[in-house]
């Protein structure tokens, strides 16, 4: 499976795990094991907010984009993410953000 990430500034989370030919993301399944090499699921077929693109099996290799929130205190990884090749099943390993700021406030 290849994930593309599609940066967009924005507070919530998500957490993403894959199993097999299926994601579950946030508690939520999209399963994609009835997808036969070369057929593309069209983003408008898919009922979710997190999906940012069509979904494609190409050489038996699901390939998809996700929305991917970004922090205020995001890193250049987060920024410009670079696609996530050969997931594999269990929680998605995203890039992480920037720690946050100390408070440097004097009391």
């Known amino acids: ?14 957490e993403v795990i894959r199993a097999g ?4 993301i946030n508690g939520e399944t999209f399963d994609f094991s009835a997808m ?9 077929a898919i009922k979710s907010e997190w999906f940012a693109g069509d979904v494609n099996k190409i050489d038996g ?13 995001y890193s250049q990884e987060q920024a410009f993410p670079v696609p996530l090749e050969n997931v594999p099943d269990g929680p998605v390993v995203f ?12 009391a």
Request: charge should be negative.
């Open 61 to 73: 290799e699901l390939a998809l984009t996700l929305l991917f929130p970004m922090p205020r205190n």
């Open 95 to 106: 890039p992480g953000p920037l720690p946050e700021p100390e408070n440097t406030e004097v």
């Open 21 to 24: 030919a299926a994601l579950i």
């Open 36 to 44: 036969g090499d070369g057929d593309t699921l069209p983003r408008s």
């Open 1 to 14: 499976m290849v994930i593309y990430l599609s940066p967009v500034l924005r507070p919530d989370t998500f």
